[in-house]
């Protein structure tokens, strides 16, 4: 059975390069057909399904959508979803070895649990006006931590976290302190560091922490720590084609070549080991077997052209499935705001 | 000090959000202009008008990486203006945009349905 020729829908994966990569599905490539974009021949191929979702992680699948339209999920879960982050720390008292900066920027990379859609944007002053902050664009924490020595320590102790009182700052000991209306607006889900427990920094007796932190709204693409996962990526669907069967000790081999659970070993017809494909999605596409001369014509390796694998890892700041559906939203806002301006302008 | 300010990656410090121009140098052709965006939405917008049968040319630069803006260029038949070639790419990619999320969201709630299935069956 020779190789098909499946260019038009897959990416082929040769042993020394890849090939067949650019899109031919548009208007004039081909002279007998138009493949002009159409909404029921777009709903046709859609298909989206979710692998598997919890409240930090989602595996989700779309096939029948451009690359560019993939991509742009990709780049707007990164950048363009907005999030509540600490951006001004304003510091009381710090005695610690770390210093004010260095405190201030690590304290700027926990994530608070808010809901962003709460909170409107923060006006940022012109040169030589003040900062006016209310309680529908701003959230404060105090942090407060002085370390003692241990009264009740034993005389031998070594271990800092029983002889001394306070010797580590966790994001935890950041206290949201509500302001104007927010108690009432978020008395069912108050305000909160994601994770109490990352290490803000280490002290010792006689040194203090006294700070406040004020929490605005910000995009990504400004700064990392507004940014509301910590992966968001796709690939595309790996294929495997067995061209002739693979028996025996070959099969073995075959299997042996990729990751546990992409092949699998039947019995053939004739009672010998056969390799099969059991999972492609487990695939890394390593092109391992391809180095061995055996199953150079036994195998055809690709990638899907327009099936995605997405994979997306909240920060916890939002769960996943909602974060996937604020950046459809945002894609839409955009696109409206070029359909809109286009529309007013009257000049052609 | 030398630094621009961050926000000035968002805000349109009152520049016009779309700058369209006809091209002198070719018949039925107009550079658009969108500021405060980036490759996000240009190659969304150059491969949607690129599947339109009216559209001879559409393609797309970004000047300086440090100016947050794009162009766009796109030739049409004679019979059609850019203008509306683009307003109509927009068009599609909302629609686009709806059915990914009308689907993704019949999933979500299967998956809710199965989640809580399993929930039922332990309890």
Known sequence: MAAVDRSRTE??????????????????????????????????????????????????EISGIDASIANAFRRILIAEIPTLAFEFVYIINNT??????V????????PISADPDMFKWFQHPLPGQEATHTDYDTVVFSLNKKCEFNKNAATDEKDPKRLYVNSEVYSGDLIWKPQGRQEERFADNPIRVVNPDIVVAKLRPGQEIDLEAHAILGIGQDHAKFSPVATASYRLLPTIH????????????FQKCFPKGVIELEEGPDGKKQARVADVRKDTVSRECLRHPEFADKVQL????????????????MKPDVLFIKSIAVLKSKCLAVKSSLQNISSD | MNQPERYELIELMGLPKVTYELDSKSPNAAVVTLEKEDHTLANMLANQLLSDERVLFAGYKVPHPLNHNFILRVQTVEDCSPKQVIVDAAKSLITHL??????????????????????????
């Open chain 2, 98 to 123: 709806e059915e990914i999320k009308v689907n993704f969201m019949r999933e979500w709630e299967l998956k809710m349905i199965s989640v809580e299935g399993v929930e039922m069956e332990f309890s």
């Open chain 1, 302 to 317: 690709g990638r899907v052209r327009d099936h995605y694998l997405f994979s997306v890892e909240s920060t916890g700041i």
């Open chain 1, 96 to 101: 610690s070895i770390i210093q004010d900066e």
């Open chain 1, 103 to 110: 405190l201030s920027h690590r304290i700027g990379l926990v």
């Open chain 1, 11 to 60: 990416i082929s994966v040769l042993s020394d390069r890849v090939t067949d990569v650019g899109s031919v599905d548009f208007p004039g490539y081909y002279f007998d057909e138009d493949n002009i974009w159409d909404l029921d021949k777009f709903k046709k191929n859609l298909k989206v399904s979710i692998t598997s979702l919890d409240q930090e992680t989602m595996v989700f």
């Open chain 1, 242 to 253: 067995i061209l002739s069967p693979i028996e025996g000790e070959d099969a073995v081999k």
